[in-house]
């Protein structure tokens, strides 16, 4: 059940403007979209989450090196609060009304925390060759619980890039994370080396405050520099829903067959081309 000490229904109007904004241009930003009352629960959960990191958490910054780029996987799992922030919060509800989607699964959370000084940039990448699912109807919502920019790390996006009708090869976010191996299975065709470069007038970014959200289609090229702050940290959640078209995808290469996920999830018994279902991939809209 939700709980109603926390507001849950949709109160930021989402308009045709949005919807054809995030359609043209593969990533939109809707401003006071949380209520703080939902920020402040993630703050502490989030901390409880890095304090004591699960099997699938990953250090990409080297040890020895300044700052700190964590990362975490599936946390809804393990956490009560994250859980009910993928389920109770309005977030389920944008992305619906986003996509034009009757129902919405959630498929999975992912923590992206930059310490202050940290220098190691997130990589241009898609979010779709990395999962194992196809479908129109996939969404990323990244959510800030601090102030960011460009300078802390802010998530930057390559305008139009959904629409070239290409999964490029995924990018291993560090060397020792235990990806890189099993991405190169996917035999898909690398990013272009000037990619920045060739298209720099593309590129798109905002500076966001906590209760704003960020939303892109799985096939946006993005990427996110350092947090070169010395004071502010970036923390930012990533959360994945899907609507009515997305099925499974077993097609190899995607990171579901990392073993540090495997050891943090019960066995997929889910076959090529069945949608997502199930206590792994549990319904979140219309809310039971």
Request: net charge negative; glycine share 8%.
């Amino acid at each position: 059940m939700p709980d109603n000490t926390l507001p849950h229904k949709l109160e930021k109007t989402i308009s045709g403007e949005d919807i054809a904004a995030y359609n043209r241009d593969g990533a939109i930003v809707v401003r006071d979209a949380i209520p703080m009352a939902w920020i402040k629960l993630m703050r502490r959960a989030i901390q409880t989450i890095m304090d004591r990191p699960g099997d699938a958490a990953v250090e990409y910054t080297p040890k020895g090196e300044a700052g700190r780029y964590y990362g975490d996987f599936f946390i809804w799992r393990r956490n009560d609060d994250f859980r009910t922030f993928m389920q109770d919060s309005p977030l389920a509800e944008v992305a619906a009304t986003i996509m034009g989607a009757r129902e919405m699964h959630f498929f999975y959370d992912q923590l992206l925390v930059k310490e202050p000084g940290t220098k190691e940039e997130t990589p241009w990448h898609q979010d779709l060759p990395y999962w194992p699912l196809r479908g129109e109807q996939i969404i990323s919502i990244w959510v800030p619980f601090d102030s960011a920019s460009a300078d802390s790390g802010v998530v930057h996006y390559l305008k139009g890039s959904h629409k070239w009708g290409k999964m490029f090869a995924p990018n291993s976010f560090a060397s020792d994370s235990g990806f890189g191996d099993i991405y190169k299975k996917a035999g898909l065709e690398p990013l272009p080396e000037n990619l920045a470069r060739d298209h720099k007038h593309d590129v798109i970014h905002w500076d966001v405050e906590p209760g704003d959200i960020i939303i892109h289609h799985p096939l946006t090229l993005h990427f996110a520099p350092g947090n070169a702050s010395q004071t502010g940290r970036r923390r930012g959640l990533a959360l994945r829903y899907v609507g009515d078209d997305a099925v499974f995808d077993d097609r190899p290469g995607t990171f579901i067959d990392n073993p540090r996920l495997k050891a943090s999830l019960p066995m997929i018994s889910l076959k090529d081309g069945e949608p997502l279902c199930g206590d792994l991939f549990p319904k979140v809209w219309p809310r039971p």
